[in-house]
């Protein structure tokens, strides 16, 4: 007897307000059942804390969220019973809240926690059969950073941006608020 059909991790990538969440909020909807959103921003200040509760605003109600700025796969220990995908929003604040976390961290040793939690959220989202969105920011297309930490994350954010596209089944590119296909299995959409 055939397992259960495999949900699609999707990565949605793209500069700051190019309509990535609102994209991956749209695949989440498509996905039927109930959606974990897992939020990794934090709201140090208030600025940070009007964008939270704009992004809590437009979830869909029935979403069930949860704030994880360190451990994404910590988020999954408990799903809620019909939950069929999660949204991870977003990959980018995850890798610079560990990044800060330890600022005194060797790089190599900050990528490679990042990279584990990305595995750990990887493996829990495959064993109980959840499809998965992840959210990030294209960070490497501007000019190059003036000091060491904002080289280092925007060095580390590139590298888990590349780790999640490998590991993805489609990843999108966000341009103006239109997703471009960057990859999906043999030529497929979601």
Request: glycine share 10%.
């Amino acid at each position: 007897m055939p397992g259960p059909a495999k949900r699609p991790v999707i990565l949605v990538t793209g500069g700051a307000r190019s309509g990535k969440s609102t994209y991956a909020q749209r695949l989440a909807e498509g996905m039927g059942g109930n959606i974990l959103f897992i939020a990794t921003a934090e709201a140090l200040d208030e600025e940070m804390a009007l964008r939270v509760e704009s992004h809590r605003g437009s979830r869909p109600p029935g979403w069930v969220t949860r704030e994880e700025p360190l451990s994404p796969a910590r988020a999954l220990e408990a799903v809620p019973p019909g939950t069929s995908g999660v949204v991870l929003d977003c990959l980018t604040l995850l890798s610079a809240n560990i990044l800060l976390e330890d600022p005194g961290a060797q790089w190599d040793s900050v990528e490679a926690e990042i990279i584990w939690e990305l595995e750990a959220f990887l493996r829990k989202i495959r064993e109980l059969g959840l499809g998965a969105i992840v959210v990030t920011n294209e960070v490497g297309m501007g000019i190059v950073p003036e000091n060491s930490l904002a080289r280092a994350f925007r060095d580390l954010a590139g590298r888990a941006n590349q780790f999640m596209a490998s590991q993805a089944d489609y990843v999108y590119l966000m341009v103006a608020g239109i997703p471009v296909s960057v990859k999906s299995p043999e030529g497929r959409t979601p």
